[in-house]
């Protein structure tokens, strides 16, 4: 998918460039229905040529700007999975227009399995860093100019961003986890021999997103920060099978935590 003529689109709409885009994972869209959020300029992804016109859902998401705790933010309403059959090029295309709007930061959310067994279902976790086995990259192809074909992951969860994660967890009275998350394609879950090996390998989480995002923000040269919402734990480690309805349900039960830990995330942030 060729982002370009989306992001003439993007352009000639948006009402100011954001500091901050902030990608709202699943269970974790309340914060697009904010009154700010209300107040603010809104567009479907429908709307931006490249983008598909609908979905098998029927919604393929928007992003909002808006203002919140008075500062000038993109909120994400949905996301492009890579499970839907979309290409790395749609899956990414966000980060690219981000990118080339100006946005300097990327706050990424999603909703994830625990595979650490000291985590608990309804537990935010901050990424620290990324296992990709999507079995893919979506930077594979020509180099989009100006990234570096190469591009460094050391520290692709920026430091100094976790840190300001974590002072608004302490600012809003919550505990904050902070791991590694792994990616995977899905859309079935993991096996439980699969899960035993991920954590042998390091994982605190997994999830079907946000590796593809994240790798294409840094090309972008956007700072990253990222939190999970641990939604249920992964797969062998309660006596029961996983469902989506349960995912959805942690992620509605830990809504409030989260926009509270967003909205002293956004207030004091410091790029
Ligand atoms: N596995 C993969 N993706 C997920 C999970 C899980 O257990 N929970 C929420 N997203």
Known sequence: ???????????????????????LGSGLGELAHCAEAKAGVSLPFTELPGFPKQTVLGHSGRVVFCELEGRKVLLQAGRFHFYEGNPMSLVTAPMRLYGRLGVKAVLHTNAAGAVNAGFKVGDLMVLSDHINLQGTNPLIGPNLEPGLR???????????????????????????????????TGPSFESPAEIRAFRTMGADAVGMSTVPE??????????????SCLCNMAAGILPQPLTHQEVLEAGAAAAQRFEALVRAFVRDLTL
């Open 1 to 23: 998918m060729d982002f370009m003529p989306a992001l003439d689109v993007l352009r000639a709409r948006v009402p100011f460039v954001p500091e901050l885009a902030i990608v």
């Open 150 to 184: 190469f591009i460094d992951m050391t520290e692709a969860y920026e430091g100094n961003l976790r840190r300001q994660l974590h002072a608004a967890a302490k600012a809003t009275n919550q505990v904050l986890r902070e791991g590694v998350y792994l990616a995977v």
């Open 214 to 227: 994240v790798i294409v923000a840094r090309h972008e040269g956007m700072k990253v920060a990222g939190v």
